[in-house]
């Protein structure tokens, strides 16, 4: 039958489905049989001939018609998993079962009277067909059957595997096979790579795709602090019932890390053939990241290495997490950071010929899979940080992050990105790998330097506070933690750097800053510790920093002398009207940019976002520890008075001097972003809400941790002066050699401890991450778009 008339009937069949008043039995098999038996659709047919508005109408009325496709349908793939699909007929039967599926299963979720319909046990559209079923399987919901289905057909010899056969006769019984031995690709757990086979991709793909949609009914439940709604396909299809949950998780992983999208080493090759490929890793990478959920969504605290033993026997329930928390060969970890690695800097690789490589799209997707490996694996997380591999992940974060600042629709990358570095930034390793010197060269719309990666990491930093978008602000603080946690290891500092941490203090210090919001001092305790860090611990190499903390010293005695009375904090919020302005972009001299380097632009008109839950304030995102003599880490509790400001009365009630509140008392509040925005404004017009005091400006001021910094001025900035006027110098080349050779030994105050806050998991990131990833998701599927305009709840969709 040719496709147009294949086509003619399925639609057909669809508007007899539509018109029919009366319930169509089950046992009509010559009426179900037209919506897979003789058709050869894609799926952008399947969705292009079964409009919306069709399916919602058979849904409220004539609901047991849908009911009997939905079990039909899944009926043909429960028995295309029993029989292996041995004919070309049968797989095509199992396709368009596959497509149908994907097409109505949103509209099945985003009705709630719908929504326990597939874990019903009998059907009652199907009670006519249920006698052709075993009777176990009688008893089963009809999601179970469906996901056992899926998880059979992915291992279905010559279907989604290379056979296995011995001769021309022999049938693989599915029932018998082993799946550990047809996993999909080589890497963890498994050493040969099957042959390439783009039909296997293909069907993979349409099987995972449906998998996608089964999975997909968290993105109709509203967002709440309530984590512990576990998603019930999810926690099916990642148990012990699903007997091909290790194959299929090992074969998820080493397709998406093993994938090298240059055309498998061939310039030009991607543009010879479609890359069936990288479709079948788009949509591994997006099961992967859904499916690695917290069990009751309460994150598991990592025991440390020495209680890791006791703990690997029972391990989560999750058996996807379970088996990605127990990688443990170092060849393993090597496998998937080098993959990881090489898909992140996909997009970056500018080569000479244009077009040479195939640019990906799903980055993501990978740093969404990366957190999570670094989350529930933290031996994974050791090994990342145990060579200077880990900068082969920072640098294309550096790349997105600075690409993306200008624009709105892409927030959540920020968000992710900076996580990932705040929760690196908690391991001492990762300040040290940053001294490695900085050669290669991206083409990024930064200040060209000559430095380390620690320079690349503070020149970007200030690129984003200096000129990002407005909805960063929640941001900073994640930032600057970032560099007071890596600061106690920087052995030396650029000049540009240098530069561009003075320049956000000076910013960050203007007294209408400080006055205009509760918690904008916070950033100027961050750049002061991470000054103190450097100079109490690394001191020898950074003359660069010393002589910008001297040529701007006027900074830190207006800091010292801020004006607390309330003529002058009036004086200063009338100033902010005038300028509203966040921090002033032309102080800092704005050098060249690098060569090649594109300008990081706002959104098209017209992108579509998803909108996100706030993230807690910083002091709920970490957790402070304290490193010892012996360089290992010990959490400072909560309640040690010596690390906490003392509770003040006064507007920041109990929160310490770096600490925030964010200004919600209550973390089990989710706003999305138009109400934050909301909330924002209305705050903004009644001055009743917050007003700074007299009494809370000293409360902080008297805080400031300048004396170290003001030590230092009061030996060197003498000694300075006095070479200048000796020599005649104007020359800075002069003043750092001395400052390269001066010592501070015995005239600062004692070193205080160095402060680590560690990224801690809770509700509030949980329920971000579950926002973001279902979002990211959302947008990416959009060929055919499984989820548009049906009715989300998980999010917003908004238009830029």
């Known amino acids: 039958m040719g ?39 894609t799926v952008q ?28 349908a899944v009926e043909k ?11 070309e007929r049968e797989k095509q ?84 096979i082993d799946s550990c031995e047809y996993i999909w690709e080589a890497g963890v757990g498994f050493a040969q790579s099957p042959p390439l086979n783009y039909i296997h991709d293909l069907n993979r793909t349409e099987l995972l795709r449906l998998l996608l949609t089964c999975f997909s009914e968290a993105m109709y439940l509203p967002s709440s602090s309530d984590n512990n709604v576990l998603n019930p396909w999810v926690t099916f299809f990642c148990s012990t019932e699903n007997r091909h949950a290790l194959p299929l998780f090992t074969s998820l992983l080493n397709v998406v890390c093993a994938y090298d999208p240059v055309g498998y080493g061939i310039p030009y090759n991607h543009l010879l053939f479609s890359d069936y490929r990288e479709q079948l890793v788009e949509q591994a990478v997006q099961i992967l990241i859904v499916t690695l959920e917290h069990d009751g969504g309460v994150p598991h605290r990592t025991p440390s290495p020495s209680s890791m033993e006791e703990q690997e026997s029972a391990g989560p329930e999750n058996l996807f997490v379970n088996y990605l928390s127990r990688i443990h060969r170092e060849e393993d970890y090597d496998f998937v950071l080098k993959g990881l690695a090489r898909l992140l800097t996909n997009p970056l690789t500018q080569t000479y010929l244009p077009n040479s490589t195939k640019k990906i799209q799903f980055h993501q997707e990978l740093l969404v899979l990366f957190w999570k490996l670094c989350d529930f694996n933290k031996k994974f997380l050791f090994f990342v940080l145990k060579s200077s591999d880990v900068l082969d992940i920072l640098v294309p974060i550096l790349f997105y992050l600075n690409d993306a600042r200008a624009d709105q629709s892409r927030v959540g990358l920020m968000h992710i990105g900076v996580f990932i570095l705040l929760l690196l930034s908690g391991e001492r390793n990762f300040g040290v790998r940053l001294n490695k010197p900085y050669s290669v060269h991206v083409p990024m719309d930064i200040p060209v330097f000559t430095g380390t990666h620690a320079d690349l990491l503070i020149v970007v930093f200030h690129k984003i506070i200096t000129t990002g978008h407005q909805r960063l602000q929640p941001l900073f603080d994640c930032l600057l933690t970032i560099v007071v946690n890596v600061s106690p290891y920087l052995k030396s500092l650029s000049m540009v750097a240098a530069n561009k941490l003075l320049h956000l203090l000076e910013a960050f210090s203007t007294s209408w800053f400080l006055f205009s919001v509760a918690q904008n001092h916070h950033l100027v305790f961050f750049l002061l510790e991470a000054f103190n860090n450097i100079i109490q611990y690394q001191f020898d190499g950074n003359c660069n920093l010393v002589y910008a903390i ?29 300028s509203p302005d966040v921090i002033s972009r032309t102080s800092s001299q704005e050098t060249v940019s690098m060569e090649g380097s594109h300008p990081a632009v706002p959104a098209e008109p017209g992108t579509l976002k998803t909108s996100l839950v706030a993230i807690p304030g910083i002091d709920k995102l970490t957790e402070k520890s304290q490193v010892s003599e012996d360089g290992t880490m010990v959490s400072v509790s909560k309640g040690d008075p010596t690390h906490t400001a003392h509770s003040d009365q006064t507007a920041v009630a109990g929160t310490s001097d770096t600490e925030s509140n964010s200004g919600r008392e209550n973390e089990d509040v989710f706003y999305t972003e138009s109400e ?44 300075v002066e006095k070479i200048c006027i000796d020599k005649g110098l104007t020359d800075e080349s002069e003043i750092l050699k001395f400052l390269q050779h001066g010592t501070l030994v015995g005239l600062l105050p004692v070193p205080h401890p160095i402060l680590i806050r560690k990224y801690q998991a809770n509700a509030g990131t949980a329920m971000w991450f579950r926002t973001y990833m279902w979002g990211v998701v959302y947008l990416r599927n959009v060929d055919p778009p499984i989820w548009y305009d049906t009715d989300v709840r998980l999010f917003e969709i908004q238009r830029m």
């Open 3 to 41: 496709s147009t008339d294949s086509k003619l009937n399925f639609r057909k069949a669809v508007i007899q489905l539509t018109t029919k008043t009366q319930p169509v039995e089950a046992t009509d098999d010559a009426f179900w049989d037209q919506f897979w038996a003789d058709t050869t659709t």
């Open 93 to 176: 039967v199992i396709l368009n079962c596959t497509r149908i599926l994907s097409r109505i299963l949103p509209y099945i979720f985003e009705d709630q009277d719908w929504r326990g319909f597939f874990w019903s046990t009998v059907p009652g559209a199907g009670r006519a067909g249920t006698d052709e079923l075993d009777d176990d399987d009688g008893a089963r919901p009809l999601a179970e059957s469906l996901l056992l289905a899926i998880a059979d057909l992915l291992f279905c010899p010559d279907f989604t595997v290379h056979s296995h056969r011995r001769g021309p006769d022999s049938v693989e019984n599915m029932q018998a």
């Open 77 to 87: 793939l429960v028995q295309g998993a029993e029989s292996g699909c041995p004919t």
């Open 550 to 578: 001297i040529r701007k010293r006027n900074v830190f005695h207006q800091l010292a002398n801020l004006p607390s009375d309330p003529a002058s904090i009036q004086k200063a919020l009338q100033r902010k009207r005038k």
């Open 45 to 72: 047919d399947v969705f292009a001939l079964v409009p919306a508005a069709e399916i919602r109408a058979v849904r409220e009325e004539s609901p047991s018609n849908l009911a009997t496709l939905c079990y039909k």
């Open 676 to 719: 934050m925005e909301r909330r924002r404004l209305s705050s903004a017009s009644s001055t009743s809400f917050w007003s700074p005091t007299q009494e809370w400006v000293h409360s902080w001021k008297c805080k400031l941790p300048l004396q170290t910094i003001m030590r230092l001025l009061q030996v060197l900035v003498p000694q």
